[in-house]
């Protein structure tokens, strides 16, 4: 009934989901702590590596288009 609406659905459906989601995430904790506590570590890790690497790659794009316009201009 609310996927009658399109917008509504969707964000119904990627509420429901992300539900679901996290209910697995819980149930797998209870069962298991150690084990979701090490792949949530490998996760946050994983994160903070890209994100470091996504701002050395951009300060690095940076200069070396800040040297390619500079040479152009002298």
């Known amino acids: 009934l609310i996927d009658m609406v399109p917008f509504l ?3 119904f459906d990627f509420w429901f989901q992300a539900n679901n989601r996290n209910m697995r995430i819980l149930e797998q ?3 298991n702590p150690r ?3 090490i792949i949530s570590r490998i996760a946050v890790l994983s994160l903070v590596l890209g994100i470091l690497v996504t701002i ?3 300060v690095y794009l940076s ?3 800040l040297q390619f316009f500079i040479g ?3």
Do not use: E
Request: proline share 0%.
């Open 35 to 37: 084990k979701a506590s």
């Open 63 to 65: 200069w070396m288009m």
């Open 29 to 31: 904790h209870l069962q």
């Open 9 to 11: 659905g969707s964000i």
């Open 56 to 58: 050395f790659l951009l």
């Open 72 to 74: 152009l201009f002298s």
